[in-house]
């Protein structure tokens, strides 16, 4: 099994930063596909970033050009860059490990943008 514990969430003002970290409690570095997801109450979760084993990375619409995915294997931790933040992007914010058909999801962090 994969843990995933994240960190970094909080109350910015509209047009700050935040940087979320998702720490794995194995290594991850050459077999797992890792992504954020965000979640309204009452709406679907929805899929923010995605960055492969390979380190190929594709963005939601809604975040590109703002948000950025990382990932440093070597302390098997997944990262989201957030800048630029709007009130749209209030949600609590899910990481997720999958490797084929096996998925693990830490517990998530609240992202609050509020002026």
């Known amino acids: 099994q994969v843990q995933l514990v994240e960190s970094g969430g909080g109350l910015v003002q509209p047009g700050g930063s935040l940087r979320l970290s998702c720490a794995a409690s194995?290594?991850?570095?050459?077999?797992?596909?890792m992504r954020w997801y965000r979640q309204v109450p009452g709406k679907q979760r929805e899929l923010v970033a995605t960055?492969?084993?390979?380190?190929?990375?594709n963005y939601a619409a809604s975040v590109k050009g703002r948000f950025t995915i990382s990932r440093d294997n070597a302390k098997n931790t997944l990262y989201l860059q957030m800048n630029s933040l709007k009130p749209e992007d209030t949600a609590v914010y899910y990481c997720?490990?999958?490797?084929?058909?096996?998925?693990?999801w830490g517990q998530g962090t609240q992202v609050t943008v509020s002026s």
């Open positions: 997720n490990a999958y490797l084929s058909n096996y998925m693990y």
């Open positions: 194995r290594s991850i570095s050459s077999t797992y596909g």
């Open positions: 960055i492969t084993s390979g380190g190929v990375t």
